[in-house]
């Protein structure tokens, strides 16, 4: 039997993107939408305080919504902000984190405001695929609800606009030879991925083409045409990168230098860093140096502390640290971050940095009692039980907490604070305009 549709009023959203409505004395919840908009619902599953629900379509838009200056919103899942104000934007943002950190969330907190709103991604990574089955080749991002559709992102607001050059030319330039993409479930095809990254200071674009081992390619025509692209930005460096697992996600079984400089450079607090192609970055470079700054007033006085810097990426935070710390010990489980963070700390002169490739959760094992201050800033999913229970172990006095999550960060701090810390400061940053992503600093202190 056909489940009942609900028209209902989308009242709050909580973060990073879920509807709370009502229908008479009926809860509901559901993924996606914004609040004052009208959607028609499919009820799910009924829970004890609220049922469960999926967005069928949007009826009515908010009041506040105006045109969204992209014509792939409501199909491509990169953005759900484009028709709304960037002022409204912020207050629903403040207003979901005053909600999640409600324990934590003081009068000195706040949502600090984005420093660019637009053409602000330094990494664009766009899938081949198609748009409708057997429909022409696209290379773009995935559709909103739909992962198997491939939507072009022709006027995309949040890549710089050499981005879109590059991958309207890549799209058209495989479609002409009629190179097909990877078909996950036929497990055939050739194309994968196209990453694109982006030096601001230095106006300079790596590519990375993804490909499978088999099947042409035709990389020196491809190449002669990017070079002649009219760009604001100089292509520097070239890879071509073979994936042949079963997966989505970008990985690297064989990566193949076949071009110009082996990365590009991006300055940070004064400092350079050399970003690869496999190496994290901060997305927002403009806007990151923000965040930490906020983190080192967090860390306070440091000379002649002993710092640890967790999932540290390639050094950024641990090599801003080292020109006041005594010693600054950084931690990153990926082999090519940590040897272009060893890289750029010699370039940078810092000789007080010990980097190590290891998991978090066995690096501080040895280290209980030795720590002054921790500097973590872990991927999505947080602290896991095992990195958390030895941070904890080392007894440091002071902990900084970045986050790109707020949620697991939140489940993180209720740890913390049950284990003898107290959350003292605690700031965020609209890193990401027109999406749902927010990044967060706190700053826990050990109670004596």
């Given amino acids: 039997m056909a489940k009942k549709l609900k028209e209902v009023t989308i009242e709050r959203t909580q973060y990073p993107n879920l509807s709370l409505a009502k229908d008479q004395d009926q809860n509901f919840r559901f993924k996606g939408g914004l609040p004052g908009q009208k959607v028609e619902i499919i ?23 105006t045109d969204p200056g992209c014509p ?30 409600q324990d934590y969330w003081t009068q000195d907190s706040r949502l600090e405001e984005a420093v660019d709103h637009k053409h602000y991604r330094n990494k664009m990574e766009y899938t081949f695929g198609d748009q409708v089955k057997g429909g022409p080749l696209v290379l773009g991002l995935h559709r909103r609800f739909h992962m198997h559709e491939i939507v072009d992102t022709t006027g995309c607001r949040i890549a710089p606009e050499d981005f879109e050059t590059i991958r309207a030319y890549t799209q058209n330039f495989y479609r002409e030879r009629k190179v097909p993409y990877y078909h996950r479930m036929a497990k055939k095809g050739t194309l994968r991925h196209l990453v694109l990254r982006k030096s601001f200071r230095e106006k300079r674009i790596m590519v990375n083409l993804v490909t499978r081992s088999q099947g042409e390619i035709y990389l020196e025509d491809y190449i002669r045409g990017l070079e002649d692209l009219d760009l604001d930005c100089t292509i520097s460096s070239i890879y071509h990168t073979i994936n042949d697992q079963a997966g989505d996600a970008v990985i690297c079984d064989q990566l193949i230098h076949v071009k110009g400089d082996d990365g590009i450079h991006e300055k940070l607090l004064g400092l350079d860093f050399k970003i ?9 470079p403009l806007g990151v140096e923000k965040i930490y700054q906020k983190a080192l007033d967090y860390a306070g006085q440091t000379q002649g502390k002993s710092i640890f810097d967790l999932y540290s990426g390639t050094g950024t935070l641990a090599q801003i640290l ?29 000789d007080n940095i010990t980097f190590v490739c290891d998991d978090v959760g066995k690096a501080l094992e040895d280290y209980q009692g030795q720590v002054d201050t921790i500097l973590v800033d872990p991927p999505r999913v947080g602290l896991l039980p095992q990195a958390m229970k030895n941070i904890l172990k080392a007894q440091a006095q002071k902990i900084v907490y970045i986050s790109c999550n707020p949620k697991t960060q939140k489940d993180n701090l209720d740890q913390f604070v049950e284990n003898g810390y107290r959350v003292e400061k605690l700031c965020a940053f609209d890193q990401f305009p027109g999406t749902v992503h927010i990044e967060s600093v706190v700053l826990l202190e050990k109670i004596k």
């Fill in 276 to 284: 690869t192609p496999f190496s994290f970055f901060q997305p927002n």
């Fill in 43 to 65: 009820p799910m599953k009924r829970r004890p305080n609220y049922t469960r629900a999926k967005i069928r379509q949007i009826l009515e838009d908010a009041p506040y919504e």
């Fill in 72 to 101: 792939a919103h409501g199909r491509c899942g990169g953005c759900i902000y484009q028709k709304t104000p960037y002022e409204i934007q912020h207050a629903i943002k403040e207003a979901q984190l005053k909600d999640l950190y």
């Fill in 322 to 350: 080292a020109s006041q710390a005594q010693s600054v010990y950084a931690v990153e489980i990926v082999q090519d971050a940590v040897d272009n963070a060893r890289e750029m700390a010699k370039k940078n002169k810092l």
